[in-house]
């Protein structure tokens, strides 16, 4: 003869509210985590940026992350016309800054990339930090077009001040 056997489940409903929660929050970490370690990109590369006029260090952007599919992506850069010219001209020496100092930054950021990651998204979760990634094809022109216009007005300042000192 078989025993039978009961088993009864509480807080099934609860279970899934947190599950449900959890689902949305764990990708909104996520992306805030990768936008931080972007942002931290950029400061260390714009630290290592080649100094003439000041504008190639002050286009320095990263864009909000993006969703596609069950990937997020950072885009950084640098919004100037000669930025790829000045990061590739490694024969160039430079009284301020360096060649490839955005894949430098990149590079050094490398080391520990994971864990850190791990351990921002773990605290976000816990604090309920988290950003909803844009859509696949968000205007990052406007990051551009902004870093573009920060980078204008650091190079007109520069030459103004060059030129009262003459």
């Given at each position: 003869m078989a025993d039978n056997i009961r088993i009864e489940l509480t807080g099934t409903e609860?279970?899934?509210?947190?599950?449900?929660?959890?689902?949305?929050?764990?990708?909104?970490?996520?992306?805030?985590?990768?936008?931080?370690?972007?942002?931290?990109?950029?400061?260390?590369?714009?630290?290592?940026?080649?100094?003439?006029?000041?504008?190639?260090?002050?286009?320095?952007?990263?864009?909000?992350?993006v969703q596609t599919g069950q990937e997020h992506v950072v885009e950084m850069g640098y919004g100037t016309d000669y930025g790829l010219a000045v990061h590739e001209s490694?024969?160039?020496?430079?009284?301020?800054?360096?060649a490839k100092f955005l894949e430098n930054a990149v590079n050094e950021r490398k080391v520990g990339w994971a864990e850190r990651l791990a351990k921002r998204i773990k605290e976000n979760v816990e604090r309920g930090i988290g950003i909803v990634a844009l859509s696949p094809n968000p205007e990052i022109a406007s990051s551009r077009e902004e870093g573009e216009k920060r980078g204008k007005t650091a190079a007109r300042k520069t030459l103004k001040a060059r030129k009262e000192k003459k």
């Open positions: 609860e279970l899934n509210r947190e599950l449900k929660r959890l689902q949305r929050v764990y990708p909104e970490a996520a992306a805030a985590a990768l936008y931080a370690e972007g942002m931290a990109i950029m400061a260390l590369s714009q630290k290592k940026t080649p100094v003439d006029t000041g504008r190639l260090r002050a286009t320095g952007y990263v864009a909000p992350p490694t024969w160039i020496p430079h009284k301020v800054g360096e």
